[in-house]
C-alpha cells in the first residue's frame, strides 16, 4: 500500500489544520491497518503523535497532544486524517503518516509499522 500525506502549512500559534493521508494500492487491505501519525522536528528524534485502530474504535495520543488533536479515519475513502487545533510553536515539525498491517492492538512503535508517507510539513509560528 501507498501512503501520500497532504494539507501541511504554515498557521499561526492557536490556529487549526488538518492533515489527510490516502492510502492507494492495496486499499482493501486498508481497512484492517491500524495507522498511525508521527513527527520529526528539527534537531529532534521522531516521535509519535496518534494513532487509530483498524476499526476506528479505539485511538492513542501523546501527552503533548492530547486533548488538541484527534485522528479520525474514513475507510470509505481509504483516508486517515489528524485533526490538529490549538496549535503551538512547538507542534512545527514534519509529520508522516503510518500503517501497520500486523499489530493487534495499535501501539506508539514505530518499528511496527511498516508503510510509511511522504512528510507533510507544518509549521506554526508564535
Known amino acids: 500500500v501507498q501512503l501520500q500525506a497532504s494539507g501541511g502549512g504554515l498557521v499561526q500559534a492557536g490556529g487549526s489544520l488538518r492533515l489527510s493521508c490516502a492510502a492507494s494500492g492495496r486499499t482493501r487491505a486498508f481497512t484492517t491497518y491500524n495507522m498511525g501519525w508521527f513527527r520529526r522536528a528539527p534537531g529532534k528524534e521522531r516521535e509519535f503523535v496518534a494513532a487509530i485502530v483498524w476499526s476506528g474504535g479505539t485511538t492513542n495520543y501523546a501527552d503533548s497532544v492530547k486533548d488538541r488533536f484527534t485522528i479520525p479515519r474514513d475507510n470509505a475513502k481509504n483516508t486517515v486524517y489528524l485533526q490538529m487545533n490549538s496549535l503551538k510553536p512547538e507542534d512545527t515539525a514534519v509529520y508522516y503518516c503510518?500503517?501497520?498491517?500486523?499489530?493487534?492492538?495499535?501501539?506508539?512503535?514505530?518499528?511496527?509499522?511498516?508503510?510509511w508517507g511522504n512528510g507533510t510539513q507544518v509549521t506554526v509560528s508564535s
Open positions: 503510518a500503517a501497520d498491517p500486523t499489530s493487534a492492538w495499535i501501539t506508539p512503535e514505530a518499528l511496527s509499522y511498516d508503510y
